[in-house]
């Protein structure tokens, strides 16, 4: 369990909202209505209950915060924090003491996790929104709230009219198997290699019936991507700065996509050097590459056998829903009917990544190799995001 930083109560100084918004929480749990904020605090030592907060500035000034309207004047002097004091009582404590900021605890309101348990991510909530919904309407209970009609619609997908009956669903969160980057002769592809067997695999919620499992993907919010394996079996950070992509995994999506191995490398080696932008610029375009290889690989990396639910956001529940159909998915999903246009630096030509797009009439690609953790230069993933254009019985409620 982390405790608050200085950052957390130094207002406008990191230039982050995020930053701004604690340290507006922080003056507000003590002096706001109680019938909106909560006074008391999580702390190493037990819970505490403020009245008033002593602030330290880095000109060694000491100034003390008794009542709401000095709100104005503690955001202000924010950016100067050195350390702070809560003063108040420990619940159960006659004697009133003083807590630095860095022992109070980081509780969800802050950012960070509950006391007790694990912060939930939003897709984990949704998941489990959508597992309790559907649960509600199988049961014949009140099925309201939340993506009641989209659950109520699903139900009525699965069940087929009363000949394939829901007896359970359980949400799966986190439990998905690893679907890893392989490579079989020069055919890149996402394990399991048969399209078909990816549902059991990536699913987050199943719902049993009688006779069989249906397997739904759960997403929420505007990004979305069918795969992010790690790209450390592919090619190694010394393998990038020595120019040597040497590994099979490595050596078939360079071939699959057409890269050029040694503007690859400098996209990581020289970024950040003026002279890179131009130069991922000028080897950007389209290619040419074997359709039926890249193709093979979308199947394994879409797999099918599932139903696609995805949440737009948390504010409109409205989800999109249509089943990822084997023979779509081996026909027309898969396609590659546009250019292949390769992006080194990304579209502007002056990031870390390689971004390589392409597209049919009911999905828009876009491959790209890239690092997911923030200050390192060098790849750490390989993701297929996309949109959807004209998918096949999709339905939004």
Known sequence: MGQLATKHIAGAKTGSKEYIRTTELFFDKVFGKKSSFNHDFATKKGVFTAESIEVTYTNNKTLT???????KDFIKGAPETKEAFLIGKYKGSKGRERVRHTHITKTIEFGGQPV?????????????????RLKECINGEVCKGKYHKAAGWLIGQLEKGGKNPIIDVKQLGGQNASRPFEVAGSQPYIAPRDHKAHGKVLTDIDVFHQN??????AKLGPSLTFIN?????????????DHDINKDKGIALLKMLNLDEDTFCNVFNNFGKTAQKK?????????RVKKNVLENFVK????????????KDNSSHQVNMYYMNPAD?????????SNVEVFYGGRDGSGKRIDIAFENSHFSFNLNIRSKAGGTTYPTNIMLDYKTKSVKNKVTL
């Open 65 to 71: 915060f008794k009542k709401a309207t000095d709100k």
């Open 300 to 311: 394994s990396a879409m797999g099918s056998n599932y139903w696609m639910i995805h949440a």
């Open 116 to 132: 007790g348990s694990k912060k939930e991510s939003k897709g984990t909530i949704f998941e489990r929104e959508f597992t309790h």
């Open 212 to 217: 069989g499992i249906s397997h739904l993907s």
């Open 329 to 337: 998915v081996e026909g027309s999903y898969s396609k590659v009917a």
């Open 279 to 287: 130069k991922n610029l000028k080897h950007s375009g389209v290619k």
């Open 229 to 241: 394996p790690g790209s450390k079996t592919l090619f190694s950070d010394q393998d990038i700065k």
